[in-house]
């Protein structure tokens, strides 16, 4: 578990995503018809850095489900009340040294234990509490597959690629940077989930 903590706190954080049903509304920025979430939690990259946790996230993690698996990656995020895309249950993972951030449910459940994953029910309504210092989670689930969300953010990933606009994207999607007050025509529009 130390091995995952160590990459979580070295990787290269991208500071937007599509979940914005987990922040509130003056930390959504549209980029023409597309809603970001200026909040870091990200999908790995193909970086080597990402590549080495996520097979560290596979050595510990309660369940695997081959390619089936995906993980959402967060740091410093504190969700507004929420249910998750996925059906069924998803695992998390709380790491880092922070104070609060408990992950709060409708049904009374709170989870706080840091080195544990914790078995939740995503549909059930959910947020976290406020927190102190940095707070890492890692979140794994099952994917039924390739759904409309991911055929639109491919579609235009690979669009932006072939055009010559692979700068845009590094590996797997924006960079860590913020995104531009204005950004071009050709800029950033979404990132891989």
Not at 21 to 42: F, G, H, R
Not at 152 to 174: R, T, Y
Request: net charge neutral.
């Amino acid at each position: 578990m130390e091995l995952v903590e160590q990459l979580m706190i070295n990787r290269k954080w991208r500071n937007c995503c599509l979940r914005a049903n987990i922040v509130t509304p003056e930390k959504i920025q549209m980029w023409k018809s597309t809603k970001l979430a200026l909040v870091e939690s990200n999908s790995p990259t193909k970086s080597l850095h990402d590549r080495k946790l996520k097979a560290a996230i596979a050595a510990i993690a309660p369940e695997w489900w081959d390619d089936a698996t995906r993980i959402c990656l967060n740091r410093n995020v504190q969700c507004e009340r929420h249910r998750d895309g996925n059906k069924g249950y998803s695992y998390v993972l709380f790491l880092g040294d922070f104070e609060g951030g408990e992950l709060i449910f409708e049904d009374g459940t709170e989870l706080k234990q840091k080195y544990t994953w914790h078995k939740i029910n995503g549909q059930i309504p959910h947020w976290n509490n406020p927190h102190t210092g940095n707070k890492y989670s890692i979140i794994i689930y099952q994917s039924a597959g390739n759904t409309k969300k991911t055929q639109h953010i491919n579609m235009v990933k690979n669009s932006k690629l072939k055009a010559g606009h692979d700068e845009a994207f590094g590996d797997d999607g924006p960079d860590a940077h913020s995104p531009p007050e204005d950004p071009p025509e050709d800029a950033r529009k979404i990132q891989p989930e």
